[in-house]
């Protein structure tokens, strides 16, 4: 049976000719026409189908006759193949059709991404989410009116009985409730007493219940809810920026939004950053609801995920919290989408299709009529200046909740007071650490940088070790013997001579990373029960809620991080953040670069001092007087804001401009050399548009391909897609070489 809702407006009839587009998850630029035999003539868009394609099958979805999309983003059209030529459908699967919605959505995630709309829908039909589901368990009931001559025995008596009495029962428990043998009940089903009939599993998600734990709230708080609240009630699209420092309880408070949309009878939606974080949103939520919520994520087991896209498509699930890609699930009665912690570059997927999540979860917010929250202790840039032009909305919350204070932030000037030679720890921040311990409280270094020392150099003759396959340096892994690449997974042992002078014994570590601080703090802080959070050592979103709850129940004295401590947790005992490397975000000549910083390190701070015990955060920098220490220490963060706003906006930098990249990369140098050059050469000349390179990228090689960038810089009011696709359409790649678009980059290396 296929499925079909009475919300599917577009039952479109089908075409006279009987040819239906049908969108594969390929790279194509579109979909492809197909014929519509006479048995399927029921077929309509969002029907997904399988159809040959050359020797194989495929599944597809059946597209729309005509686009939707706004002029400027509907790709060319396609020369029409004579109707003689094309294949039939092969068939329709028995799966609930993807909605209207979910299809412009991915149109427009194509056209505005210049990705092939096939592989954005493929992230919609994960293929496994689409595999059949096992048969349900089958059960028995008695038959209404039983044989004549039926021969009753005691047992089958009893069996009869239980039958009768309640839900169908399979044949191992209906024989284990009526102490009988399997063979009694199957000699009532070849007598015809015993009518075999299906179990329907339970529904997966059980429905939250919005009066289940709901918060006291007052002051800002309430306001804030009330507001939220009618913005789901309005049942249309709007955009709201929630903004509030670390503990102000901004994630109470859209639960109440959730609960306003879980009451009107639609779906709410939750992006976060990093699924590390969702055990612990998940059990926040089901204290709040009494039910879990439906999660999705790339480590989702194969048939939680059926099971999932299935539930989402026909509403059992209320509530999905999840990873950017739950963006492309079928919801079909979508009434509210909450993106916490929008200001996090993990938004951004940087490969395949390359799209920001926060950008795209407004777009589906308004293609769903439904209002989207963006929420965050340190918002965007970007979302500041919608703001500020008047298209979102702002709402504030003032203080942290209850008791808890903010944490006092200092600098600690590492030219004043230095480690001692070969350590990185300050001499009073390891005196402050010693002081949280011996009170009995916690305390948390953080540095933004996985294994031992992020370069090995030779003392003897210099040299760096480096990845063979990308310009990068080797990180050293010391737990694991072994010296690393972050950006393409090479390893090799570490060697015990220099590979280019071989003297022994002379590779030198450089600089820390988390393994080498964890080192120190053990030798320094001997007696401390210490536990090392890094996102290579914590294995899934298990491990780390495991780490998380040992913290909370006291079992740890000192946390030692990369940047999976800074995210949302909530740990009431800690007292002390030191940050070993608060400069260390700042170079690279990243747009961004400040603004990341500052953002990264209040979140970090932020896990100080949640509760009664006041918090304290110690920076360590070489740079005190920078902008971002100086933002840190005031919490002043408006002002910092408006200064960064006021560097961007003469050169019509984002969020004033519009930025495009390209990125060429081949094995061949001279290949991607060629074609960046003939990118620079049919570079679009006009008003309001600028081009930048080609030029190197800082990753000149990354996984053996030379790479090279050119990154267009456009006014606002200039739409980049239609040019990017005119000035790509003019350039033929040189053997090899691949041409990689980048809208609204997030990352220039
Ligand atoms: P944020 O998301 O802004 O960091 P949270 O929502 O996590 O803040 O709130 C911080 C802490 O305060 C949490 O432990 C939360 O349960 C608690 N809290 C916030 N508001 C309330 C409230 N109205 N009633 C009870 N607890 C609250
Ligand atoms: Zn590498």
């Not at 007598?191 to 002051?219: K, M, N, R, T, Y």
């Not at 009618?230 to 670390?246: D, H, P």
């Not at 548009?689 to 009011?717: E, K, M, S, T, Y």
Request: aromatic letters at 6%; proline letters at 10%; hydrophobic letters at 40%.
């Amino acid at each position: 049976m296929p499925h079909r809702n009475a919300s599917q407006p577009d039952l479109l009839p089908t075409p006279a000719d009987g040819r239906v587009r049908v969108m594969l998850t390929l790279p194509f630029a579109g979909p492809l026409d197909y014929l519509l035999p006479p048995r399927l003539a029921d077929v309509r868009p969002g029907d997904i189908v399988s159809v040959p394609l050359g020797r194989r099958t495929e599944t597809g979805v059946v597209w729309d006759a005509t686009s939707r999309l706004p002029p400027e983003f509907t790709p060319p059209p396609q020369k029409d193949v004579p109707t003689a030529r094309l294949k039939p459908v092969a068939s329709r699967l028995d799966l609930p059709p993807l909605p209207a919605q979910l299809r412009q959505f991915v149109d427009w995630v194509a056209a505005y991404t210049l990705s092939p709309p096939g592989m954005v829908l493929a992230m919609a039909l994960r293929a496994n989410a689409l595999a059949p589901l096992p048969r349900p368990a089958s059960g028995w009931e008695p038959v209404p009116t039983p044989p004549t001559g039926l021969r009753l025995t005691p047992a089958r008596h009893r069996v009869l009985d239980i039958a009768a009495s309640g839900a169908p029962l399979t044949t191992t428990e209906l024989a284990r409730r009526a102490g009988v043998g399997a063979a009694v009940i199957r000699g009532l089903a070849q007598a015809g007493a015993l009518q075999a009939v299906e179990i329907a599993p339970p529904p997966p998600f059980a429905s939250p219940d919005p009066a289940h734990c709901p918060p006291v709230l007052e002051g800002d708080q309430a306001t804030v809810a009330t507001e939220l609240r009618a913005r789901v009630a309005e049942n249309g699209f709007s955009i709201t920026l929630l903004e509030g420092v670390t503990g102000s309880g901004k994630t109470e408070i859209y639960m109440e939004a959730i609960a306003a949309c879980v009451e009107a009878g639609r779906q709410a939606l939750v992006l976060l950053p990093e699924i590390a974080l969702s055990a612990q949103w998940t059990g926040r939520f089901a204290r709040r609801f009494g039910a879990e919520p439906a999660l999705w994520h790339s480590d989702l087991g194969s048939r939680l995920r059926r099971v999932t896209w299935r539930a989402v498509a026909d509403g059992t699930a209320r509530v999905v919290v999840g990873a950017r890609s739950a963006l492309f699930l079928p919801f079909d009665q979508l009434g509210l989408i909450i993106v916490d912690e929008e200001h996090e570059t993990a938004f951004k997927q940087e490969d395949g299709v390359t799209y920001h999540a926060r950008d795209m979860a407004v777009v589906r917010a308004r293609m769903s009529r439904a209002p989207v929250v963006l929420v965050s202790a340190t918002p965007s840039l970007e979302s500041l200046a919608n703001v500020g032009a008047g298209r979102y909305r702002h709402l504030k919350l003032g203080a942290r909740h209850g008791n808890a204070s903010m944490p006092d932030v200092e600098t600690l000037d590492m030219r004043a007071d230095p480690p001692e030679r070969g350590l990185f720890l300050s001499p009073t921040l390891t005196g402050a650490i010693n002081d949280a311990i011996g009170r009995g409280e916690q305390a948390m270094l953080f540095l933004n940088r996985r294994g031992y020392a992020p370069l090995t150099l030779c003392r003897t003759c210099g040299h760096r070790m480096q990845c063979p396959n990308c310009t990068a340096w080797l990180v050293e892994h010391r737990a694991r013997h072994i010296l690393t690449c972050h950006h393409c997974g090479y390893d090799e042992p570490i060697p015990q001579t220099c590979p280019k002078c071989a003297d022994a014994d002379s590779l030198t570590p450089i600089g820390p990373g988390v393994e080498r601080i964890t080192e120190e703090a053990r030798a320094t802080f001997p007696d401390a029960r210490i536990l090392v959070m890094a996102s290579d050592t914590l294995n899934g979103p298990a491990a780390t809620a495991a780490a998380v709850e040992r913290i909370a129940r006291r079992e740890i004295d000192l946390v030692i991080g990369t940047q999976i401590v800074a995210k949302g947790w909530h740990f009431p005992h800690l007292t002390l953040v030191g940050i070993v490397d608060a400069d260390l975000g700042l170079g690279g000549g990243d747009l961004r670069a400040s603004e990341r910083t500052v953002q990264l390190l209040h979140q970090v701070a932020g896990r100080a001092g949640r509760a009664e015990a006041p918090g304290r955060v110690l920076l360590q920098s070489y740079v005190p007087d920078h902008p971002v220490m100086q933002a840190l220490v005031s919490g002043d963060f408006a002002s910092f804001m408006e200064q960064e706003a006021e560097q961007r906006r003469p050169g019509f930098w984002p969020p004033y401009g519009r930025l495009a990249a390209l990125i060429v990369s081949a094995e061949a140098p001279d290949a991607a050399d060629l074609t960046a050059r003939a990118l620079g050469q049919n570079a679009p000349r006009m008003d309001g548009v600028q081009v930048l390179g080609p030029a190197p990228a800082p990753l000149a090689i990354l996984r053996g391909r030379h790479r090279f960038r050119l990154l267009l810089r456009a006014r606002r009011n200039i739409a980049v897609q239609p040019i990017m696709r005119e000035w790509l359409s003019r350039v033929k790649p040189e053997r090899g070489a691949r041409i990689d678009v980048d809208i609204d980059p997030v990352s220039f290396l």
